[in-house]
């Protein structure tokens, strides 16, 4: 028989429907406390890679888990794999003092998806960087002894510098940080890393400042207006962005909805609209990267890459949009849920044929368009 409850265990992790959280057993924390214990003068190297482990499979539900794990496992990194007993040192006690502390391992994480952030956007060469927010520029340039500094350590400076100037605008909220370098991008989502200790070094200070002034930092790899070079997708495979619509169901859609005057994402080559942001191309009319900048009034239309759906729906959301959207209905995806509370008209699902998608004027179609099972959702954030 089953009984409603606000608290459940569910591997190893206790779920709470009141506050929306998750935190780890008291069974997995006592275990995680009895081999912490096990750390004396000598121990052995397998209580290592045991501890490692149990670090490893609790970050999700530890605040800032696996940036307080780095330490550790550089640590045990330098011991280059010695099976023997090994020595405690202060080194060692150091790098496990967050998990040593005892409200560390219990006071969990919030559940849910992050329907809205805000975004910015940076770049970085070897004179300078920038970054810009909503149509907000910032820029600077390096000084001599940064100059010689590796590029990958000023795309993440350019990171953390254009965090603190928006800070009046950012404090408070998700962030989405968007860059074309893959390397910032991995120091930031996984919270440091083990390549490089400069690198790690200045990601564990930016780690820790926004945790205490943002709700959450992420970074994708999409193009911005200072990084026009910038694929949003995978190198080497057809960018998303630049697949169009075949122009029959372009113009069902404007009987359907009405003709939209702005097309989101576009580009010169598939552009339904005579007003468009491109992906890429700055001569485009009203500039690149619409998240970048203010949208016009009246009916837009989008058909955004997948990333860019949940940013997409929170400004029509937050700027009261009115939108025809195309996107995959894919029930799997928690975004699906966002669409139908801003709708406000009858979605279409768009007719499968083999040409409805096509690049290079036609030349390339898609090669499995059913598997996108692409819709057309008319939203608004008036509803």
């Keep these: 028989m089953l009984c409603p409850a606000q608290t459940i265990l569910f591997l190893g992790l206790r779920l709470n429907s009141v506050p929306f959280s998750a935190r780890l057993s ?7 406390r009895a081999c912490l214990a096990q750390f004396q003068r000598k121990h052995l190297f397998r209580t290592c890679l045991r501890l490692m482990g149990l670090m490893a499979s609790a970050i999700l539900v ?19 794999l010695d099976a023997r007993r090994v020595m405690v040192t202060v080194k060692c006690i150091t790098a496990l003092r967050h998990w040593l502390h005892p409200t560390f391992l219990v006071r969990g994480v919030p559940m849910g998806a992050v329907l809205s952030r805000r975004v910015v956007t940076t770049d970085a060469c070897l004179t300078g960087w920038g970054g810009i927010y909503e149509g907000r520029p910032l820029r600077g ?22 965090l603190k100037r928006f800070l009046p605008f950012l404090r408070g909220h998700h962030v989405l940080v968007r860059t074309d370098n893959t390397t910032t991008i991995s120091y930031i989502n996984r919270q440091g890393g083990l390549r490089s200790l400069q690198l790690h070094m200045l990601a564990h200070k930016l780690i820790l400042w ?44 404007w009987v359907r909805y009405g003709r939209a005057t702005v ?3 576009a580009s010169k080559e598939n552009a339904q609209c005579q007003l468009f942001f491109s992906m890429r191309d700055i001569n485009a009319p009203l500039g690149v990267d619409a998240l970048a900048h203010v949208w016009p009034s009246g009916l837009l239309y989008a058909f955004p890459p997948l990333a860019l759906i949940p ?21 799997a995806m928690y975004w699906l849920a966002e669409i139908y509370q801003l709708l406000c008209g009858q979605p279409w699902q768009l007719p499968l044929r083999r040409d409805i998608l096509s690049q290079a004027g036609g030349a390339n179609f898609h090669p499995h368009p059913e598997r996108l099972a692409l819709w057309a959702w008319p939203v608004s954030g008036t509803t």
Aim: glycine share 4%.
């Design 141 to 162: 340039l390096w000084s001599r002894d940064l100059q010689r500094a590796h590029i990958n350590y000023l795309e993440l400076l350019a990171v953390f510098l254009t």
């Design 210 to 253: 926004s945790s205490g002034r943002l709700l959450s930092l992420r970074a994708t790899h999409v193009p911005g207006v200072l990084n026009l070079g910038a694929d949003l997708l995978s190198r080497g495979a057809p960018l998303y962005a630049d697949w169009t619509l075949h122009p029959r169901i372009v113009s069902q859609l």
């Design 263 to 265: 097309d989101l994402f």
């Design 311 to 331: 940013q997409t729906l929170a400004r029509v959301r937050e700027q009261r949009h009115t939108l025809i959207l195309i996107t995959p209905h894919w029930p």
């Design 62 to 80: 530890v605040r800032l888990g696996r940036l307080h794990m780095r330490e550790f496992q550089r640590w045990v990194a330098a011991l280059k």
């Design 26 to 32: 008291a069974e997995r924390v006592k275990a995680f």
